[in-house]
């Protein structure tokens, strides 16, 4: 079955956001290079992404799903006339 496995999140300040999620939730920080933070929990990994535009809002950006088998969610991908 697929899984969420990755969250990315828009913040005006990513750095409290990240410490509020290493503090309430134990969360803890990967190293990747770039600007963004990344936090784990062991299972499902979030992405706080710097906000850099104007008068955009912030919040959920996108997430991610692992999946076993590419094909098969592509063909059900092509079910609902989408490309993958």
């Known amino acids: 079955m697929p899984k969420i496995r990755h969250i990315a999140i828009i913040s005006l300040d990513p750095e409290r956001l990240a410490q509020f999620y290493e503090d309430v939730f134990e969360m803890k920080r990967v190293d ?9 929990d ?10 850099r535009a104007d008068g955009k809002g912030s919040g959920v ?5 692992e999946v076993e ?15 993958p």
């Open 32 to 40: 990747v290079p770039g600007e963004a933070l990344n936090l784990t």
């Open 42 to 51: 062991g299972y499902i990994n979030i992405t706080l992404i710097p906000n």
């Open 69 to 83: 088998d590419e094909e098969e969610i592509a063909r059900r991908f092509a079910r609902w006339n989408l490309a």
């Open 61 to 65: 950006n996108h997430f991610g799903i």
